[in-house]
């Protein structure tokens, strides 16, 4: 079958060209297909952080994602071995977590309301090109179309065809799991609904961070836990994550090997890199996401409205050569955003010293939260100052260990 535009995958990056083209481009939504290889609700793994950035893209849709069972998160503690300072993104609020199965089915559901096709469990198999667009060839027949959007994530195939450019892109990795909000083996030492950041195993390898974030299941308060290493930086690394994590949740009151342990890769933002080949465009995790904290959704849904406007320009020219697509995308706002977090995250990660961390978390706090509010996450509405009485981090930090953490078997992805 011939469509104007296949898009291929339909996580939040995915939804939101498709909606960005009903909103910018009605007559090309009309002519648009999105392949999904699973069904709604599918299972995705994603600590599910929404910063403010979100609404903003969501507003601009017509959307509000208050829609969708969430937490918000009261404060988010940025720390190193146990001092830090807090930090909000939101008028009243630091960021927004969501399950990103209810989230991208709510997305995917707006997408079908806007008349646009989502055909679920077709996954691609090859791709080809043809003298007037792409082939697709999945396991329920073969597609066609001008363009194809690659929304298919670090991995996904659609990326095959573009070439990677001057810079190829850093592969990251995130592990995560979920539990009770309250240990059955120890006494809640965080507060409800605040999450945190903590630096502390840089010096042993990590280059990024351990996280918790309050969230909730089918109503239940639990909690998300997990690390994030941006291996953006030729050093000596950890290793399997594994270890890791079992000292992040065991300075917590929790027993690794009481939950299941999930890992993914994520791709890293990177000017030098390549997001277009004629007839071809990428978005989301499949073009490049921020290396320092390793944030992938409010990119997603920005990556969405700056695809959609290259196509309609493509097809109102007659050109798909999307030779200004990376062009697009390094002057848009998020762009510029990420090439910062890109930058900032190798400065980061070169000084994983003790004495350099603890200078810019204990010493240099007001400074740092100035930088991250301002500078990296600088692209949506301001938000309000801190209160003159800050509170203090709820938790006690887990301690790096004082070398690297050995490799296992286990290694996740």
């Known amino acids: 079958m011939r469509y104007d535009v296949i898009i291929v995958g339909s996580g939040p990056s995915g939804t939101s060209t498709a909606l960005n083209l009903a909103r910018i481009c009605p007559g090309i939504a009309e002519r648009t297909l999105v392949l999904e ?30 829609e969708v069972p969430h937490v ?9 071995r146990g001092r830090g300072f807090p930090l909000r993104f939101g008028k009243g609020y630091s960021f927004r977590v969501v399950r990103r199965n209810e989230f991208d089915a709510w997305l995917a ?45 670090t991995s996904g195939v659609v990326r095959k065809l573009v070439p990677e450019g ?17 240990p059955a083996s120890a006494p809640a030492t965080m507060a409800a609904d605040d999450a945190l950041l903590d630096f502390a195993f840089m010096p042993a390898g990590v280059q990024g961070y351990a996280w918790s974030f309050p969230t909730k299941i089918a109503g239940e ?49 990177e000017a030098g890199a390549s997001f277009a080949a004629p007839h071809v ?3 989301g995790d499949a073009a490049g996401v921020d290396a320092t904290f390793g944030e992938g959704i409010s990119p997603a849904l920005a990556y969405g409205e700056i695809a959609a406007r290259a196509i309609d320009d493509a097809f109102r020219r007659g050109d798909f050569s999307f030779a200004g697509y990376r062009s697009a995308v390094l002057k848009s706002p998020v ?79």
Request: a positive charge; charged letters at 25%; one cysteine or more.
């Open 37 to 66: 290889r699973d069904s709604h609700p599918r299972h995705k793994l994603c600590g599910g952080g929404c910063v403010p950035q979100v609404d903003m893209c969501l507003e601009r849709l017509g959307l509000d994602y208050l």
């Open 109 to 153: 559901d707006h997408v079908r309301r806007r008349g646009i096709e989502i055909k679920e469990e077709t996954r691609v198999t090859k791709l080809h090109r043809s003298d007037d667009g792409v082939e697709i060839e999945t396991n329920r027949g073969t597609f066609s179309a001008r363009v194809v959007v690659g929304a298919d994530g």
């Open 221 to 269: 308060r639990m909690r998300n836990w997990g690390v994030y290493d941006s291996r953006l930086v030729p050093r000596k690394s950890a290793g399997s994550l594994r270890p890791v994590v079992a000292e992040w949740m065991q300075q917590a009151g929790y027993r690794l090997d009481d939950y299941h342990l999930e890992g993914h890769p994520i791709r890293l933002f």
């Open 281 to 283: 465009v990428l978005v």
């Open 72 to 80: 918000d998160v009261d404060w988010a503690h940025v720390q190193f």
């Open 335 to 413: 762009g510029v955003a990420l090439r910062r977090r890109t930058a900032s995250a190798r400065a980061l990660n070169r000084f994983y010293y003790p004495w350099v961390q603890k200078l810019l978390w204990w010493r240099m706090g007001p400074l740092a939260r100035w930088y991250i509010k301002k500078v990296l996450f600088n692209w949506g509405e301001p938000d309000e100052p801190l209160p003159a009485e800050r509170p203090s981090v709820p938790v006690p930090a887990p301690h790096a260990p004082t070398a690297p953490v050995a490799s296992s078997k286990t290694t996740s992805r």
């Open 166 to 182: 001057a810079k190829t892109c850093t592969v990251a990795r995130l592990v995560e799991l979920i539990t009770p909000a309250v």
